[in-house]
């Protein structure tokens, strides 16, 4: 079953504008991961932030954690068209027995 | 390095046959997991493999299993394929004790 949920479900901007999208999750985490899977291929990895923490950055990438809300938030900062792919946040709750556990992910477009 | 690598990259099988889907965790690292991804959804857990052991297993019925070998490949398996089992299968090699996956590129299996 899905951990939870991201939204929006789509989001289209135009090119140097900045993007968020939100996920949401239900059980206790030890970690957040966000990933980026363009055309339906493989998954890369973009940023894990750990349960003690709340904000984390890497390049234009700004994600925050709220474990009282059980949420987070990705930013994509002076967005690109090649960001145009589905972001999925993957929750793990520790000790690797129940794998990762992922959203439904958000489409982003970005328009040129 | 070679990254995670999965064979075949597509496949089509009939409703009722086996199918067996491989995959290399990049050199050096000893887990590999298996993730299903139906369109339109996020990946879903399907077995995690740690130095030859199973380590933890999704909510997926006996038709799936899976083993690891001595090199750390390892092999899905899914028998009496039904048509809902069409999906993409990833595999995912796990790295440090960050917790971060690096995924295949995954094989699209479709059952006529």
């Known amino acids: 079953s899905q951990q939870g949920e991201e939204d929006p479900q789509a989001l289209s901007i135009q090119e140097g504008e900045n993007a968020t999208m939100n996920c949401s999750y239900k059980t206790s985490i030890n970690n957040l991961q966000w990933y980026r899977q363009n055309s339906g291929r493989g998954l890369v990895h973009l940023i894990l932030i750990r349960s003690n923490e709340r904000e984390k950055h890497s390049g234009r990438l700004r994600v925050t954690l709220d474990t009282s809300k059980k949420s987070s938030s990705l930013l994509i900062t002076a967005s690109r068209a090649a960001d145009t792919a589905s972001y999925f946040c993957?929750?793990?709750?520790?000790?690797?027995?129940?794998?990762?556990?992922f959203g439904k992910g958000t489409h982003l477009i970005i328009q040129p | 390095d070679a990254g995670v690598t999965q064979s075949p990259t597509h496949l089509i099988k009939t409703r009722g046959q086996h199918v067996t889907l491989r995959c290399s965790p990049i050199?050096?690292?000893?887990?590999v997991s298996w993730y299903q991804q139906v369109l339109g959804q996020g990946p879903q857990f399907i077995f995690q493999?740690?130095?030859?052991?199973?380590?933890g297993r999704g909510n997926f019925p006996d038709r799936f299993s899976a083993r690891q070998f001595p090199n750390y490949s390892s092999e899905l398996n899914v028998n009496a394929l039904l048509l809902g089992d069409s999906a993409l299968y990833l595999c995912?090699?796990?790295?440090?004790?960050?917790?971060?996956?690096?995924f295949g590129s995954g094989t699209r299996l479709t059952v006529v």
């Open positions: 993957a929750t793990d709750s520790g000790g690797g027995a129940d794998g990762l556990t």
């Open positions: 995912a090699s796990l790295w440090g004790r960050e917790g971060g996956y690096t």
């Open positions: 050199s050096g690292h000893k887990s």
């Open positions: 493999y740690y130095e030859k052991e199973e380590r």
